[in-house]
């Protein structure tokens, strides 16, 4: 980024500003229990939370809203670390699970498999999204480096937006292929976290905590990669060995949440940019505060989506595109896209 | 040195030659495309009955299908396909970006959104339960569609031109339009629409099952308004494409051009997307095939792109409508599971 300003201070702490997002997830998320078409008190709420029974409210709270807000946190870390790890493996701020096509590649290979193969387990399609994604990944690697060897921004960002043109010309076609089911599958397909129960919070929380887990442990390739690629190898890194690993890292975490919620655009690309506004001291703490503001933002988008207009509800990815949408144009418009070395 | 010379001129005089057998050529290709689609499809009749009912006779049923569902539709199919492949080539060349496209300049993105918007609206305001499309709406879409791609259009002019960004971020700037309309679109149609999802998603494909003659008519004007503003704008366009200091050294004001021909292809082309959803990749892909068609009589290109983009859709459409049977196939999956093949060779050819 050249004409970042150099870092300032901070005005909090990195691990102040972290747990204060963290907290406000958690204020969101507690704010969100209350809210709903059958409102409740915050007494009720305390006692429905600290003694679990078979009364309305408490199903309400357990087997509804608690998880539901705790997939969207969830949900919304995978993304955000994806994001992150993308934009700084490719070396382009405008990297996201979205515009690499990844979120569509696992998006798609999931609805594939739920049209063509109804026999299969659901319980394999995190591994089916990890391939499709991964592929897809692949794909627009593959058509941004180009002929010359070296891709701009504006490759890879059309090369993200052509494979997800295709993908979703498969999509759409699955979609009307798949007849009476063809109406629950756009509301999957159009990102969201409503149904969002226990078992798929477990489904999905070891794949982002994989992602976020792994980043973290490979903090010193990453710390070379967002120098540049030169320092990197000359410090003994191998770029052909990491490369693919980040990549992995980066494509798990969209894996585990897209079967739960579809395609959520945008968070991954927004949240480390608004992370990097904060300027932490680190790439350690870049991640952590990357994670935190996905986390929040999807909670509150979340909270948005399902309260604005009770008793209906909208889907996140609207909030989230509302949000997400003008920092992508101020990007575009900001960045002098010549020089190859912006992270 | 003599050699050379006399060689160049041959191969000129022999380009001069053979520009009209490019012509020919194309002409042939729309000669033969038009009536195989209305000759061939899931019904079948009888070739002596097709041919007895385009004649002015022929059973009841042979007219109707023909007359009423075929025909109609290979009308829409060849206009929209004009207004496609003539808008992608004015994107391409005022944007001098050999991958501007309605799709990617964000104009199909912003017709969709409309679109959505006012049939879910309408359908909710007619009908409580949000189960029958009431008559009127269908006739309005492709205007609503056309405000929703002028809309989108505005924005990334008022984006991209306001601070003089280039060619590139012009289109980087149409890409995230696009997507932001896009994820809009279908947020609202996920919201909101509970019964007419069908309808929407067959549309969102880009399709043309079901037109009438009521699309074929709508889209007449638009198109033929815009070929016949096509003339004039040649020569702007030329200096359009080249830098905007050199065009202004030729005395022409490069913004006010700029902006003309974005109007002029946005209203082509969103009026397609109006009349028939978002058809991808035919105005990325038929200006593409035009050139390598022509080679170097650049005069035969706008002619060449427009017959073309009338076969494209033809052929794409009765492709579909053959290989798909009765659940055919909606053209805008076969133009984008054609397409993409051929945009990645173009990435990956563009410096």
């Known amino acids: ?343 | 040195m003599d050699r050379t010379a006399t060689a160049l001129r041959s191969s000129r005089a022999h380009h001069a030659g053979s520009g009209w057998l490019v012509l020919a050529g194309c002409l042939l290709a729309v000669a033969l495309a038009l009536p195989l689609a209305v000759l061939l499809g899931v019904a079948d009749i009888p070739l002596s009955d097709s041919l007895a009912t385009l004649g002015g006779g022929g059973s009841v049923m042979a007219r109707s299908i023909l007359l009423d569902f075929r025909l109609p539709r290979v009308a829409t199919g060849v206009l929209a396909g004009i207004n496609f492949a003539v808008a992608g080539l004015l994107l391409q060349r005022i944007t001098r970006n050999p991958l501007a496209d309605p799709s990617i300049m964000g104009i199909s993105q912003g017709a969709t959104l409309a679109v959505a918007v006012f049939l879910l609206v309408s359908v909710y305001s007619h009908a409580p339960g949000g189960n029958t499309l009431p008559e009127l709406p269908v006739a309005w879409l492709p205007a609503v569609g056309m405000l929703g791609g002028l809309g989108a259009a505005g924005l990334v002019h008022l984006l991209a031109l306001r601070h003089d960004l280039g060619p590139m971020r012009i289109t980087l700037c149409g890409v995230a339009i696009g997507a932001l309309l896009h994820a809009l679109a279908m947020g609202i149609i996920a919201g909101w629409g509970s019964t007419r999802i069908e309808i929407l998603l067959e549309w969102l494909a880009g399709s043309l099952y079901a037109r009438s003659w009521d699309h074929a008519a709508f889209l007449a004007p638009f198109t033929l308004a815009g070929l016949a503003l096509l003339p004039p704008i040649l020569r702007p366009l030329d200096l359009l494409s080249l830098d905007a200091s050199v065009a202004q050294s030729f005395g022409l004001s490069y913004r006010r051009h700029f902006t003309l021909v974005l109007c002029l292809a946005c209203g082509l082309a969103s009026s397609a997307v109006g009349a028939v959803g978002p058809i991808a990749f035919v105005g990325l892909l038929t200006p593409h095939l035009a050139r390598h068609v022509v080679g170097r009589r650049r005069r035969l290109l706008l002619p060449v792109t427009i017959l073309l983009g009338a076969v494209v859709v033809t052929a794409g459409d009765l492709a579909g409508r053959l290989i798909g049977g009765a659940d055919e196939i909606p053209i805008g999956v076969v133009t984008a599971l054609l397409g993409v093949p051929v945009l990645i060779v173009l990435l990956r050819k563009t410096p």
């Open chain 1, 1 to 343: 980024m050249a004409s970042r300003p150099s870092p300032g201070p901070l005005l909090l702490s990195p691990g102040l500003l972290t747990a204060a997002l963290l907290l406000t997830a958690a204020l969101l998320g507690g704010w969100g229990l209350l809210l709903g078409s059958r409102p409740l008190r915050p007494d009720t709420l305390l006692s429905v939370l600290l003694h679990p029974s078979d009364a309305i409210d408490s199903i309400l709270v357990w087997t509804l809203r608690l998880p539901r807000s705790l997939c969207a946190f969830v949900g919304g870390v995978g993304l955000a670390v994806s994001g992150l790890l993308l934009q700084i493996l490719t070396r382009n701020p405008l990297a996201g699970p979205g515009l690499t096509g990844v979120t569509s590649g696992a998006v798609t290979a999931i609805l594939l498999c739920f049209v063509l193969l109804p026999g299969f387990s659901s319980a394999y399609y995190p591994l089916v999204g990890l391939a499709g994604g991964l592929s897809a990944a692949a794909a627009t690697a593959w058509i941004a480096r180009g002929g010359s060897g070296k891709g701009g921004p504006m490759r890879l960002a059309l090369g993200g937006i052509s494979v997800a043109l295709f993908l979703g010309a498969v999509t759409t076609y699955l979609i009307l292929l798949s007849g009476p089911q063809s109406t629950s599958l756009f509301f999957w397909l159009s990102g969201g976290f409503q149904g969002g129960s226990w078992p798929q919070l477990l489904a999905m929380t070891p794949w982002v905590a994989i992602g976020l887990a792994g980043a973290l442990a490979c903090l010193r390739v990453i710390t070379l990669f967002t120098l540049s690629e030169q320092a990197a190898a000359g410090m003994g890194l191998n770029p052909a060995l990491w490369k693919p690993v980040l990549l992995l890292l980066a494509v798990l975490p969209v894996a585990g949440v897209a079967p739960v919620a579809g395609h959520v655009a945008f968070v991954g690309l927004a949240s480390p940019h608004i992370a990097r506004l904060l300027k932490p001291p680190g790439p350690g703490w870049l991640i952590g505060l990357t994670a935190a503001l996905g986390g929040t933002m999807v909670v509150a988008a979340d909270l948005v989506a399902r309260t604005v207009v009770l008793p209906r509800e909208i889907p996140v990815s609207i909030v989230a595109a509302l949000i997400g949408g003008p920092v992508f144009l101020h990007l575009v418009r900001r960045h002098r896209f010549s020089s190859g070395t912006e992270v």
